[in-house]
C-alpha cells in the first residue's frame, strides 16, 4: 500500500538553528500537508500546498516557516530559526482527487 | 473559525460496545473524518462521513447529522489493541476551492479487561 515517508524519525536541535523536515508524498497525490502535535495536544494545521504554491496557511505557520518541494517527490519544512515552543512532532500528509489524507510516520523534532 | 468538541477521555470494557461523540460548528462543511492514533505514532484513516446517515467498516461505524453538526464513531467487540486516541477531524471549504482539515483534540479511550 502507498505510504507517506518522512525522514528523519527524531531530529534534535539547538534553539535558533535551521531545520529542515523532509517527506515523500504518494506520488499520484496532488495536495500536500504539514501538521505538527505538540505533545499531549491536538494535531494541527500549519500549512497546505498545491499546485506548486502555499494554498492556506494557519496562524502557526509565520514568517519562520517555509515549504518547498524542490523536485518531483519531496516536500520540505523548512524552520529558519527554531525556538524552544516548536519542539513537537511534525507530521506531512498527502491526499490525491479522492477525500483520504495519508499521514506519514512523523518527525519528531526536539529543540534545546 | 471552527470549533470541534470531543470527551477528553473515555473507558470501557474488552468486548464491549463504545460511542465517542464529537459535535462541531464550521462554515463550508465538507465531510467529516474519524481517525485513531496510538501514542507516538501518526493517525490512521478510519472513516469518512459527508452525508447524513451510518456508515459501517467491520467492528467500527462513523454517523454523521449535519444539520445537528454531531458525528459519533462507534467501537464494537472492543479489544485491548482499540486503546488509543480517536480524532474527529473537520473538512471545510475555504475560499479559492480550497479545502482543510481541522482536528478535535482527540478521545483517549482505554479498553480495559
Known amino acids: 500500500e502507498p505510504e507517506v515517508t518522512q525522514t528523519p524519525s527524531h531530529q534534535v536541535t539547538q534553539m535558533g538553528q535551521e531545520v529542515i523536515l523532509r517527506c515523500v508524498p504518494i506520488s499520484n497525490h496532488l495536495y500536500f500537508y504539514w501538521y505538527r502535535q505538540i505533545l499531549g495536544q491536538k494535531v494541527e494545521f500549519l500549512v497546505s500546498f498545491y499546485n506548486n504554491e502555499i494554498s492556506e496557511k494557519s496562524e502557526i505557520f509565520d514568517d519562520q516557516f517555509s515549504v518547498e518541494r524542490p523536485d518531483g517527490s519531496n516536500f520540505t519544512l523548512k524552520i529558519r530559526s527554531t525556538k524552544l515552543e516548536d519542539s513537537a512532532m511534525y507530521f506531512c500528509?498527502?491526499?490525491?482527487?479522492?477525500?483520504?489524507?495519508?499521514f506519514g510516520s512523523g518527525t519528531r523534532l526536539t529543540v534545546v | 473559525g471552527q470549533n470541534i468538541d470531543q470527551p477528553t477521555e473515555m473507558t470501557a470494557t474488552e468486548g464491549a460496545i463504545v460511542q465517542i461523540n464529537c459535535t462541531y460548528q464550521?462554515?463550508?462543511?465538507?465531510?467529516l473524518f474519524w481517525y485513531q492514533q496510538h501514542a507516538g505514532e501518526a493517525p490512521t484513516f478510519l472513516s469518512y462521513n459527508v452525508l447524513d446517515g451510518l456508515e459501517e467498516k467491520g467492528r467500527f461505524s462513523s454517523f454523521l447529522s449535519r444539520s445537528k453538526g454531531y458525528s459519533y464513531l462507534l467501537l464494537k467487540e472492543l479489544q485491548m489493541k482499540d486503546s488509543a486516541s480517536y480524532l474527529c477531524a473537520v473538512r471545510d471549504n475555504e475560499p479559492g476551492g480550497y479545502q482543510k482539515v481541522t482536528f478535535g483534540i482527540g478521545t483517549k479511550l482505554q479498553v480495559i479487561p
Open positions: 464550521t462554515s463550508g462543511f465538507n465531510g
Open positions: 500528509a498527502s491526499r490525491g482527487a479522492n477525500y483520504g489524507y495519508t
